[in-house]
């Protein structure tokens, strides 16, 4: 019986979106304690870069892809939705250690303004936005939807975004589905 236990624990816990280090170690400027105040600064809404799972850096060029990937997508929510403008910036200041403000403004009005609370962890600031839904009872019929954030800052200045999602879930343990992927955004910093 404690097998039987021991066995459900484990995996109803170790469903968890993971942040891939690799896709985004190349291209990372690490941040200390010290020099969180370097994430302030005025950012394009939307992504001009992306990572692949190896690192790689890759040019945006779908107008959908910039739009779909704004920078409110990641930090307040998926349901984020703004037409493709180059007069739309975000605006990041640091509030206290544990608190950012991203004030999201076109043509110097401001649209949007959420505060997001979070911690510094391994040179990212992992953001409080994380997001984890029980559906049905996982791995006997159901599973999890999780995903989270960590922002930091690339070597030329610019806002890195780090995304990790996963819907992993069984019926009896025995017939598994799911999907796991880690998202890498590039942001340009305009001042």
């Known amino acids: 019986m404690r097998i039987i236990i021991g066995f459900t624990m484990v995996f109803l816990f170790c469903s968890c979106a993971s942040f891939s280090d690799k896709m985004v170690k190349d291209n990372k400027s690490p941040l200390l304690e010290n020099d969180l105040s370097k994430l302030e600064g005025k950012?394009?809404?939307f992504?001009?870069?992306?990572?692949?799972e190896k690192g790689n850096v890759q040019t945006i060029d779908s107008q959908e892809s910039r739009s779909r990937y704004n920078l409110n997508y990641f930090v307040k929510s998926e349901k984020s939705k703004v037409d493709y403008s180059d007069s739309y910036s975000v605006e990041?200041?640091?509030?206290?250690?544990?608190l950012l403000q991203f004030i999201t403004k076109k043509d110097n009005e401001i649209m949007e303004n959420a505060e997001v609370?979070?911690?510094l962890k391994n040179g990212f600031f992992y953001l409080d936005n994380k997001y984890l839904k029980r559906n049905g009872v996982p791995y006997l019929a159901g599973?999890?939807?999780?995903?989270?954030?960590r922002i930091?800052?690339?070597?030329?200045?610019?806002?890195?975004v780090n995304y990790a999602y996963d819907n992993s879930g069984?019926?009896?343990f025995m017939f598994w589905a799911g999907s796991a992927y880690n998202l890498g955004f590039h942001y340009k910093k305009i001042e």
């Open 43 to 45: 950012y394009e809404l």
């Open 47 to 52: 992504p001009d870069l992306k990572y692949d």
């Open 92 to 98: 990041v200041k640091l509030l206290n250690k544990n």
């Open 117 to 119: 609370g979070g911690e």
């Open 143 to 149: 599973g999890y939807d999780n995903r989270k954030t």
């Open 152 to 160: 930091g800052l690339s070597k030329d200045n610019g806002l890195l």
């Open 170 to 172: 069984a019926v009896l």
